[in-house]
């Protein structure tokens, strides 16, 4: 889960979709759907038009708030994702996994950035 940047919702994860609160009241705000089972990690962006999901099937997808669609899938894991940062002006995703790996997504290239092998 997390919070926005602004401390007005909420995002939880769970089977099958991921839903935003208002953080204040308590009331749901949204629910969308995603193909994994399970979303194990979300992330804000900085900027507080995205958020990003990490899922068990080793996907990382952006979402816009506003639209609340998927904008972009990117796959450069072998396993479940188990960490997400974006940078502070939301032009870079970064990505780990128990795989080893952290990605780094160049979001405006939609494109895999680089690679560290920890």
């Not at 919702?9 to 629910?31: A, C, H, N, V, Y």
Request: with cysteine; net charge negative.
């Amino acid at each position: 889960m997390t919070l926005s940047p602004d401390s007005y919702s909420l995002l939880i994860g769970t089977d099958k979709e991921i839903i935003s609160f208002k953080f204040l009241s308590g009331e749901e705000d949204f629910r969308v759907q995603t193909e994994c089972d399970q979303t194990h990690v979300l992330q804000n962006s900085k900027c507080g038009k995205l958020f990003a999901s990490g899922s068990c099937d080793a996907s990382v997808k952006v979402w816009e708030y506003q639209s609340r669609r998927n904008l972009r899938t990117f796959n450069g894991h072998s396993l479940m994702i188990s960490c997400l940062d974006f940078s502070n002006d939301s032009r870079f995703l970064a990505s780990g996994s128990f795989d080893g790996l952290v990605n780094i997504w160049d979001l405006t290239a939609g494109s895999h950035f680089f690679t560290i092998n920890i």
